[in-house]
């Protein structure tokens, strides 16, 4: 808990400290850099600074980087953790994580590159039996470069 929280004012954001709270992945799998707005169980809009420093584009493409499509689905994915934790009021360190179960309806339509910021909105769909499902989208200056519905599942992990 935040010092807004702690003060009883509504928190509308997330910072990076307080993302690596809410998500296991480290560097360089960690695709959410801010957390620019959610609603508890309803809404999560997340940002993804594209920098040219990106491991994955010494090898996709050297001559056009291009951030991997694969890439932006798990950003995606990773905002819904976000709100999954967020909504639940869990962290992983309380012994569980949100594993993705599950793609449908994947689609790019624009590709990412060096210097883009990508805005991630997720929507919270249903929960039916432990298994989450979410819509996502990905923009970069208003424009859709990807969405997919998501699945996420509740795991409990042992040490």
Same mark, same amino acid.
């Given at each position: 808990?935040?010092?807004?929280?702690k003060?009883g004012?509504?928190?509308?954001?997330?910072?990076?400290?307080?993302?690596?709270?809410?998500?296991p992945h480290?560097?360089p799998?960690?695709l959410?850099?801010r957390?620019?707005?959610y609603?508890v169980?309803?809404? %999560?809009?997340?940002?993804k *600074?594209?920098?040219? *420093?990106? /491991?994955f584009?010494?090898g996709?493409?050297?001559? #056009?980087?291009?951030? /991997?499509?694969? %890439?932006l689905?798990e950003a @995606? !994915?990773q905002a819904?953790?976000?709100?999954?934790f967020?909504t639940t009021n869990?962290q992983p360190e309380d012994?569980?994580?949100?594993? %993705?179960v599950g793609?449908?309806?994947?689609r790019?339509?624009r /590709?990412?590159? /060096?210097g +883009? #910021?990508?805005r991630?909105?997720?929507?919270f769909?249903r *929960? @039916?039996r *432990?298994i989450w499902?979410?819509? !996502?989208e990905?923009r970069v +200056?208003?424009? %859709? !470069? &990807?969405?997919?519905d998501i699945m996420? &599942?509740?795991k409990e992990?042992?040490?």
């Open positions: 808990m935040n010092n807004k929280e003060a004012t509504e928190v509308s954001g997330m910072d990076i400290h307080e993302i690596l709270k809410h998500l480290r560097y799998f960690l959410i850099d957390v620019i707005d609603k169980g309803d809404y %999560l809009i997340a940002i *600074n594209v920098t040219f *420093n990106e /491991p584009f010494t996709h493409f050297p001559v #056009q980087p291009v951030m /991997p499509g694969v %890439l689905l @995606m !994915a819904t953790g976000v709100l999954a967020r869990s012994g569980s994580l949100y594993l %993705l793609i449908d309806k994947a790019f339509k /590709p990412v590159e /060096p +883009d #910021q990508v991630i909105e997720v929507k769909v *929960n @039916m *432990n499902f979410f819509s !996502a990905a +200056d208003g424009d %859709l !470069a &990807a969405s997919a996420c &599942a509740s992990v042992t040490a």
